[in-house]
């Protein structure tokens, strides 16, 4: 069955009933007054640069750009007036440069940022760039205290070159956050019409457009036009409504002291003991080991790793791969990274060095929000 307009519907009636000329009618039909909509979402983009909102070369240099050039109510701006069926959409430029660019004391801006943001917004979109996008996405997981959804999207190619994933990533990413589907999910990330976690996310093309993966985990759903599936949740939704949903991270808790330096030292065959005396040497209070398979180091590093132990830095140890999980390996000053990556191993170190240099909590920090799972309820 077609469905009539209701301008059209009402023209048909008065005309059935003699009220008049077609025109006439007309003229009572757009007087009539729309059904009343429901309050539109309101959705915050927070713009910090990247790639999306590059300026190219020329219409075809697809990786010849200079990224961060563009505000992020220009970009918006070219997305209406579709964007305005969605959502009331505001803006903020809180950057505009690389992401490779940011520090962790302007991470910690941004996260006060986005609460800010939710406190008056139903939903937050960030833009930027895609090569730290991971980094950016758990750091914001960790530390953001509001359950409402918090997208992040950027693109593989800048603004203004034909086929820019940036207009269609940004749209769908708005789309996504004004649903409220992914509300008490966490922060996510939205690329390529694909939802991931930011727990499991990874950048693992420099490239294409399909850079993103979330491993062996698989994604969270996809975005398909005006249709949003969403396939799994991450296992913080079973704590959605309770105090338990918020990570201990509450960085107005945290003093303003400088965050404590966590550097990663990367394994390879015959690896040598100097990079990871050096940053203990320089002061890091944290080093991830991003190790051979199950986390394996060389004897070198070994050594050097348990010299630093007895100097009280300490250590996650997790695996190059890029899938499978590091346990608690049971040695003094190292706990397990489980299945986080190197680089998100670090994020999760450095907040919780922030807290406590208690070496159990940390690792049931990792143990629980590194590698959160579901559990079944009981009956």
Request: net charge neutral; with cysteine; hydrophobic share 40%.
């Amino acid at each position: 069955m077609h469905r009539i307009a209701r301008g059209s519907a009402v023209l048909i009636t008065l005309i059935a009933v003699g009220l008049g000329t077609p025109a006439a009618a007309l003229a009572v039909a757009e007087r009539s007054p729309e059904p009343e909509r429901g309050p539109e979402p309101q959705v915050a983009v927070i713009g910090t640069g990247g790639t999306i909102a590059g300026v190219s070369k020329s219409r075809v240099s697809f990786q010849s750009y200079e990224s961060g050039q563009l505000p992020v109510s220009r970009l918006v701006e070219d997305l209406r007036p579709e964007v305005n069926r969605l959502a009331d959409v505001t803006t903020r430029q809180f950057g505009n440069k690389d992401s490779n660019d940011y520090s962790l004391p302007e991470y910690r801006r941004l996260t006060t940022a986005v609460d800010d943001a939710l406190r008056t917004n139903d939903a937050v979109v960030v833009t930027t760039g895609t090569d730290t996008m991971e980094e950016f996405a758990y750091w914001l997981d960790l530390t953001v205290r509001s359950d409402k959804p918090v997208v992040l999207t950027g693109a593989l190619r800048p603004w203004t070159v034909i086929g820019s994933d940036g207009p269609a990533n940004l749209y769908n990413a708005i789309r996504l956050a004004a649903s409220g589907r992914t509300t008490c999910f966490g922060t996510v990330v939205m690329l390529n019409d694909q939802i991931q976690a930011a727990r499991e996310v990874r950048k693992a093309d420099a490239l294409r457009l399909n850079a993103f993966t979330s491993g062996s985990s698989g994604e969270l759903g996809v975005v398909d036009q005006d249709r949003i599936r969403i396939d799994r949740a991450p296992a913080r939704v079973q704590q959605c409504g309770k105090p338990g949903w918020k990570t201990p991270f509450d960085l107005d808790r945290i003093a303003r002291r400088p965050l404590p330096r966590v550097e990663i030292a990367y394994s390879y065959q015959g690896a040598g003991p100097e990079a990871v005396k050096a940053f203990a040497d320089a002061g890091a209070a944290g080093v991830v080991t991003a190790g051979t398979g199950a986390g394996g180091l060389s004897p070198a590093m070994t050594e050097a790793r348990d010299d630093a132990v007895k100097n009280g830095v300490l250590f996650a140890s997790a695996s190059r791969t890029g899938s499978g999980a590091v346990y608690d390996p049971h040695v003094r000053g190292v706990v397990g990274a489980q299945d986080l990556t190197p680089q998100k191993a670090r994020i999760l170190l450095t907040l919780s060095l922030a807290r406590t240099h208690n070496e159990d909590r940390v690792q049931h920090w990792f143990t629980t929000l590194g590698t959160e799972q579901f559990v079944a309820p009981r009956r």
